[in-house]
């Protein structure tokens, strides 16, 4: 299996050049060009490693990796910057970054730091089936975007595939309401908002199909995905 590497980088010339040296040591990289298309990559994929610019534009890299760090607390995430000041890298392990490279930096010190991150995911253990979700009598095939159930099968969009995917993470916890949207649309306004509340309604009918399946809206916070048990 190959590793799966997020590199976010502003630079499109330097993501290029950085994409195509991970490349050639055989791992599988997904380049994003600013914080906010980097979250919605993350949320749309398993990946193995974290690579982010820190300075860009929309969301920076210490947002950006403060947002996976709600997803997903484990993931090794590697920070490339043009500064080399004591309180950014102060800064950037706060957030919950792993490793700091200062730009301008050579390939083979780069291509270290990735092994040695690596090392702490073992990507030959077999992952547990990621391509469907169950919720009660209801399964959710996140491949053709499609959610079934006795004598019931429903077709999602992409947004409401998407959003599913993310309560579902989630089950029986709190989702808060600004992390969906930057997962989803890569930006939390109020035009984007009401899309949501449109998007949410609509997966609460599918889901009526297993009574014991609600989407809650928890008020000021967010939503929660709860199943009850038999």
């Not at 040296?21 to 906010?36: F, H, I, N, P, R």
């Not at 690579?51 to 860009?56: G, L, N, R, T």
């Not at 309401?177 to 997966?203: C, H, M, P, Q």
Request: net charge negative.
């Amino acid at each position: 299996m190959k590793p799966k590497i997020l590199l976010v980088e502003d630079d499109t010339s330097l993501g290029f050049v950085i994409s195509d040296q991970l490349k050639t040591e055989g791992y599988d990289v997904t380049l994003a060009s600013d914080g906010m298309e980097g979250f919605k990559r993350f949320n749309g994929s398993k990946y193995h490693l974290c690579i982010f610019d820190v300075m860009m534009p929309k969301k920076d890299g210490f947002s950006l990796a403060e947002d996976v760090r709600k997803v997903d607390k484990s993931i090794p995430i590697l920070f490339l910057t043009a500064k080399s000041m004591t309180e950014d890298k102060v800064k950037g392990f706060n957030v919950g970054g792993d490793d700091y490279l200062t730009k301008p930096f050579s390939s083979a010190e780069l291509k270290a730091r990735v092994r040695a991150l690596l090392k702490r995911v073992d990507i030959t253990i077999s992952e547990e089936n990621e391509d469907e979700m169950k919720f009660g009598n209801l399964t959710y095939d996140l491949l053709n975007f499609t959610l079934t159930g006795p004598g019931f099968e429903k077709k999602l969009t992409k947004k409401e595939a998407q959003i599913l995917k993310m309560l579902g993470k989630f089950e029986n916890q709190v989702v808060p309401r600004e992390l969906v949207l930057n997962a989803v649309w890569g930006k939390d306004d109020y035009f984007v908002g009401r899309s949501l509340d449109v998007f949410i309604t609509k997966l609460r009918k599918y889901l009526a199909e297993d009574p014991r399946v609600t989407i809650e809206n928890i008020h000021g916070i967010g939503f929660k995905l709860t199943v009850e048990e038999d």
